[in-house]
């Protein structure tokens, strides 16, 4: 196909990453976010601790890795959004997958806005007094309290997202790339500083045995499907993210290595997350199953038995807050990208239609842990139900289309795309087909089929 690339191999017209490493941080922060810091630990304690970790991390390392290259591969040889990258390599039905994983996109932008705009709150509660309550017990307490709030957590999500859609704005390369370069390693930082504290209270050695000892007896299908749901929104798959970020990539960036660096960066940094809150959760006695509100909970309660508590809980605080940031630009842009590119429309009139939709149907998320906690559907509030559907239906639904497109449709022609032609080294080539073809689609279309309760 006659490509009309300039100079340096990029496509004309679109943006670019300015290097191999603006890509790969710019990749890694769409995938560290509040999946690692907010989600993990509280799905890791909701689901038996230790069991989930090990079947978490062989989702991660098999079928994680193995989607996360396929979307780059359809990205850089698509050269478009998930649904315009779907009709110009496949046509037919293919476009379905990406039109998923735009409205999951936009589905998890909304509640993801919600809790960023609760961590942007703590930010300023942090510095004004909150680790002064008298026991880990009152931070639950003023969790509820602030969460349940009707009207001070919108104006928080609205903040947040405007400084997102602001970002997209401007544009892939100059918004996105620079916050990652500095503040992601910060975070990491702060994380594993935030883990020696933690595994060293009192009391928090059952928590780190609740974290690492697995017992394989408590495993069931519904914890199964949860490491699935938890591995793609981690790591940012089965929606497009990948796909569009992709699609800004010049074609002698060497993939499969770049895949190894974000998915390890991403797991460490969830790993590490856990070994701070789960231990916590122990050494105060709090119950490691208390969903959303964990981190926002167990967190001052540990900042408060710190040194100078307060300027790490502030510090944290406004790197989480960027963490979500760089994450929830990539939930943006690919919406952005879609209407950009298959309905022409200028970039700004994208960011914010797609961006205040988003900030509406984040509305009724926000309030459903206040004003609407008793609207419940399959025993689910709407944030819990808005991040399973997206979660653990959408994007496993959409990851198995996009392995089977690379897999099935794509054939050598995705090998070929992979390595550069055979320019960069690529020793799983063989794996990576093979998942892609039969374990990846047989395993999660199993997972989902499971865990949804489908089966017998
Ligand atoms: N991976 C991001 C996080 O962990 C969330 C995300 C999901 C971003 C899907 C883009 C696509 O916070």
């Known amino acids: 196909m006659a490509r009309n690339d300039t100079a340096e191999g990029a496509p004309a017209g679109r943006g670019q990453w300015g290097t191999r490493a603006g890509f790969i941080l710019a990749a890694a922060g769409s995938a560290v976010g509040l999946g690692n810091v907010w989600k993990f630990p509280y799905v890791a304690g909701d689901n038996g601790g230790a069991v989930f970790l090990v079947v978490y991390l062989a989702i991660v390392f098999t079928v994680g890795v193995s989607v996360m290259l396929a979307e780059f591969v359809i990205g850089r040889a698509g050269e478009r959004n998930p649904v315009g990258a779907f009709k110009r390599l496949g046509g037919g039905a293919w476009p379905t997958a990406g039109y998923i994983g735009v409205a999951a996109g936009i589905i998890i932008l909304s509640f993801y806005s919600v809790v960023a705009g609760w961590t942007l709150a703590y930010v300023v509660k942090s510095a004004t007094g909150l680790l002064a309550a008298p026991d880990a017990a009152s931070y639950g307490a003023r969790f509820a309290a602030f969460s349940s709030e009707p009207v001070e957590p919108l104006l928080w999500h609205a903040l947040f997202m405007a400084f997102t859609v602001a970002i997209v704005l401007r544009g892939v390369k100059r918004g ?40 394989f007896s408590k495993l069931t299908p519904g914890i199964v499907l949860a490491a699935l749901g938890q591995a793609f929104f981690s790591l940012s798959l089965g929606m497009g993210a990948m796909i569009t970020y992709g699609s800004y990539l010049p074609h002698r960036v060497n993939l499969p290595g770049s895949v190894l660096w974000i998915t390890g960066f991403d797991t460490l940094a969830a790993f590490v997350a856990g070994l701070v809150v789960l231990p916590a959760v122990f050494a105060f006695s709090l119950d490691p199953a208390a969903g959303p509100g964990l981190v926002f909970i167990t967190l001052p309660a540990v900042f408060a038995q710190m040194p100078a508590g307060e300027v790490f ?30 309905r022409g429309m200028p970039r700004r009139t994208a960011a914010i239609a797609v961006g205040a939709f988003c900030f509406l149907a984040g509305i009724p998320a926000s309030l459903s842990l206040g004003a609407w906690k008793d609207v419940t559907l399959f025993g689910k509030g709407i944030l819990d139900l808005m991040d399973y559907a997206a979660s653990n239906v959408m994007l496993p639904l959409g990851a198995i289309a996009i392995v089977a497109f690379v897999g099935w449709r794509m054939g050598g022609r995705a090998l070929a795309e992979a390595s550069g032609n055979g320019a960069h080294p690529f020793a799983w080539a063989g794996a990576w087909r093979f998942v892609c073809r039969y374990v990846a689609p047989i395993a999660v279309a199993w997972i989902l089929i499971g865990g949804l309760g489908l089966r017998g």
Do not use: K, N, W
């Not at 510090?315 to 298959?342: Q, R």
């Open 313 to 342: 809980a502030v510090l944290f605080f406004v790197l989480l807050a960027i963490a979500a940031l760089t994450s929830s630009v990539s939930l943006l842009e690919v919406g952005v990208a879609y209407f950009v590119d298959e």
């Open 176 to 215: 996105i790339e620079f916050s990652c370069v500095v503040l992601l390693p910060m975070l990491f930082v702060l994380l594993a500083v935030l883990a020696v504290r933690a595994v060293t209270l009192p009391g928090a050695v059952s928590g780190v045995e609740f974290y690492l000892a697995p017992d």
